[in-house]
């Protein structure tokens, strides 16, 4: 039987509006589990999995030999921190549902599920700005709908089960091919046990003019979430997609480890926003790579502020000319977590262009790691690549590390790298207080500033949001 | 499993050939046997603990941090064997070779690690400038207080304890307080022979507030196919100044590892400076310990890798005292099929606040076919530092190109002038005077060679 953290955060039915904001995410409903896969990972997991799903033979044996490529990998401590270690994959449950569809309507979803969203925001998203929403619960997605309007130009967005089942000729084209499963032990992982996530096809020539979004809710204690995401943009298509999440905090790990694959083809654009705010119990291991074929264009705007130790490191493989690819990264670190994140930028042809941007700040004894990967390979030219990482550290306990890798063969191409370490100064404290604001919001000012000009890139609705997340952040950072 | 077998060492002289020096094939691993009469028991003792330290620990593999991008199985181990002694006519030669710097205070030749030629009329008295062998006759004390106490972290423990158990060449270097050697010590190792591995060590302690400057080169006699596994130790005392250049200018089917460690007390500053010309494979690996408040660590190179050459460098900025700096400035210049593998870190440990330090590595591409890897990082535990790293690669921009040619300079001598101007930036750190012309000058031979 699991419980709320704290029993006085479970909400009454209408008590939505009551709830403030520090502790968004932070509250649990009881589990009504049909399906629950059990504690651990062994083939039987695998097979529970595939026949409540339904998946199709060639989903099963994809499943198995992940599996396998799971078990014989090693986990990355040669490079990576220690606390990897702290991962007990028989601790986890690895698939939890109540056996329904995802309804297209609010109506229609569980009262509890519902709820939970509601608290979110997400139904009053949709209908402000959103062209489309999934909002997946545990494994499965419990509500998905694409606004009519969008529909009608032929754009798929459904769950990543539905797509597979529905659509195979698309799915399988590209399934696993950006990420193979062996990429990492927890792309195989996620190959293994995928659950969710979203499959989103965009016509040629198709601007989805409003963002389409998913939401990853864990509700369930010692679960792992394995949502698996494809988007596939058809010739001169462009989409924005924009995933956050979040997870009562328990007082055991949690594991989050997605897989998502971008392919975006000529003269296609897709960017991809995330907000990471998991609970500081969460072990977000996620990977993210997008493929931009001639002319097309992959963003990656990523912001992470929750979870115990996310590692995560979008990347663009451009393999058509021209194609462009950038990641721009924000990253806060508190006490007791780790951001390890960072950008993947392989330039595979000529003219090619990548940006990364990262900021990260770290406060009381949080730790913020940036870790990049350049590579312009022979036979190339004209690739241009620039990365800039700037860190911000709050406390005298803060830590921040900057591991980049640049591979540049021939001289036909330009890269830069730049990086600094610096803290707020006392002079700018000193100065804002003067004019009679308190320590606390001297700080979060100043903070505000040294990462506006990246939060300009998110959508508006997602800015704002952002500035208030660091500004509950900063409360107690300083004094 | 590694051949290269330490010869039994009896003496220094340098007319004893040793029974090793026969062809690898079968060769048996001894224990470093060295003579009673060359070295007291404790470096024995020293050296046997390295060999079998060598011998158990693996050649690091592609997954090694440490080694990547890089292989060391690009040193071939089991093709060398330690150096033998060369006959009088190529030491003869190996000394007519050795032109360096006009004025020195000390100068020394080793060929095959063997001494040759010890000048060292011209020091100051009190330095203590001494031959390894012979160091380890009287100067226990200091050796046993400075002589490879560090851990290798950078990837070389094998190495480190590969050099160990062989050492005999190299210089120790004592300058009491408050003595300042104006003009440099220079030294010259050669390898004379096929196959042939030379171990040359130097070790530099400098007392409150003195003052030396060494130049260490490692050369072949013949483009022979060697080895130099160099270490170098630099142990700056309070308010001191070390100022170390090594210039490799092997041949290039030879392979060079120079693994050089620096630790400086309170006010000391130091300047290691790393010339990588020769050599078909190169490493370096340069740790920087700033243990005393208000040190300086300058950590500087210049390569001109061409061919096929691989260049491999390895840095750590190791800031473990508050108000020190340190200052890091690579600059590689790539021709042909070369590569470079530059990977710096700079860390700052939790009491270390109020830490400046800079890490810079900049890579010309002057052809298609050259490739640049930058890895480039910091860690960071403290407050009140500033700290920033850059990495650039990329070719002569168009700008600096068409400035020149506008003034009736061919491309040819544009793009020479342009990498002079280039590996320059580094020279000028270490100030101008006769050191910094030598090195110009070996640059610019190589260039017209490369060109």
Known sequence: MVTAPDSTLVPEANDISDIKADNTGNFTFPERNKFDSGFGITSKTIDYISDVKGDPDWVREFRHKALKVFQDKPMPTHWATKDLENIHFDEFRYYLSDGQKPKRSWDDVPEDVKKTFDRLGIPEQERKFLAGVEAQYDSEAAYSNIKAAVAEQGVIFVNSSEGLKEHPEIFKKWFGKVIPTGDNKFSALNSAVFSGGSFIYVPPGVKVKHPLQAYFRINSEQFGQFERTLIICDEGSEVMYMEGCTAPKFETATLHSAVVELVALKGAKIQYVTVQNWSSNVFNLVTKRGIAMEDAEVRWIDCNIGSRLTMKYPGVIMKGKRARGEVISIALANSGQHQDTGAKMVHAADDTTSNVISKSISIGEGRATYRGLVHIPKHLKGCKNNTECDALLINTNSRTDTYPAISVRGNQHSTQHEASVSQVSADQIFYLMQRGLSEAEAMSLSVNGFINDLVKEFPMEYSVELKRLIDLEMEDSVG | ?451
């Not at chain 2, 330290?53 to 592609?62: A, H, I, K």
């Not at chain 2, 093709?79 to 006959?87: C, D, I, M, R, S």
């Not at chain 2, 160091?135 to 400075?146: I, M």
């Open chain 2, 1 to 451: 499993m590694p051949t290269l077998a330490p010869v039994p060492q009896t003496s220094s002289m340098p007319s004893e050939a040793a029974p090793a020096a026969a062809p690898s094939a079968g060769l048996e691993i001894i224990v470093p046997a060295r003579g009673k009469s060359s070295a007291p028991a404790w470096f024995l003792e020293k050296a046997a603990a390295a060999w079998s330290n060598f011998q158990s620990l693996p050649v690091p593999g592609l997954k090694d941090e440490a080694w990547r991008y890089s292989n060391a199985k690009k040193i071939a181990l089991s093709t060398y064997q330690p150096a033998a002694a060369a006959n009088e006519h190529l030491e003869a030669e190996a000394v007519a070779a050795s032109s360096g710097l006009a004025e020195t205070a000390a100068r020394f030749v080793f060929v095959n690690d063997r001494l040759v030629v010890a000048e060292t009329d011209r020091l100051p008295a009190g330095v203590i400038c001494l031959p390894f062998e012979e160091a380890l006759q009287s100067q226990a004390a200091l050796l046993q207080q400075h002589f490879m106490q560090r851990e290798m972290t950078l990837g070389s423990a094998k190495f480190a304890a590969l050099h160990l158990a062989h050492v005999r060449a190299g210089l120790v270097i004592l300058v009491p307080k408050g003595i300042a050697i104006e003009q440099p010590i220079e030294v010259f190792h050669w390898i004379a022979a096929e196959h042939a591995a030379i171990f040359p060590h130097t070790l530099i302690v400098t007392e409150d507030n003195a003052d030396v400057t060494v130049v260490d080169h490692y050369r072949t006699l013949k483009a022979e196919t060697g080895l130099s596994l160099a270490v170098a130790d630099l142990v700056a005392g309070k308010g001191s100044r070390i100022r170390y250049i090594a210039c490799q200018e092997l041949g290039d089917k030879a392979q060079a590892m120079h693994l050089s460690s620096t630790v400086t007390a309170r006010d000391a500053q130091v300047k290691n400076f790393q010339v990588q010309l020769g050599a078909e494979f190169s490493r370096s690996e340069s740790v920087s310990d700033l243990l005393g408040e208000g040190s300086h660590s300058d950590m500087l190179s210049v390569a001109l890798p061409t061919g096929d050459q691989i260049v491999d460098q390895r840095t750590l900025q190791n800031h473990k005292a508050p108000h020190a700096t340190s200052d890091l400035l690579y600059k590689n210049a790539l021709y042909g099929k070369s590569r470079s593998i530059f990977s710096g870190l700079i860390t700052v440990d939790k009491e270390a606040h109020f830490t400046d330090a800079y890490q810079t590595c900049r890579n010309l591409l002057n052809s298609d076919e050259a490739e640049a890897t930058s890895l480039p990082g910091l860690e960071i535990n403290a407050d009140q530092v500033k700290c920033s790293h850059g990495a650039t690669s990329g070719p002569i921009s168009d700008e600096e190109l068409f400035y020149l040619k506008a003034r009736g300079i061919t491309d040819g001598e544009s793009r020479k002038l342009i990498v002079e101007g280039f590996l320059a930036d580094a020279l000028a750190k270490l100030g101008n005077g006769p050191i910094a012309d030598m090195v110009v000058s070996r640059i610019h031979e190589k260039l017209i060679l490369a060109v």
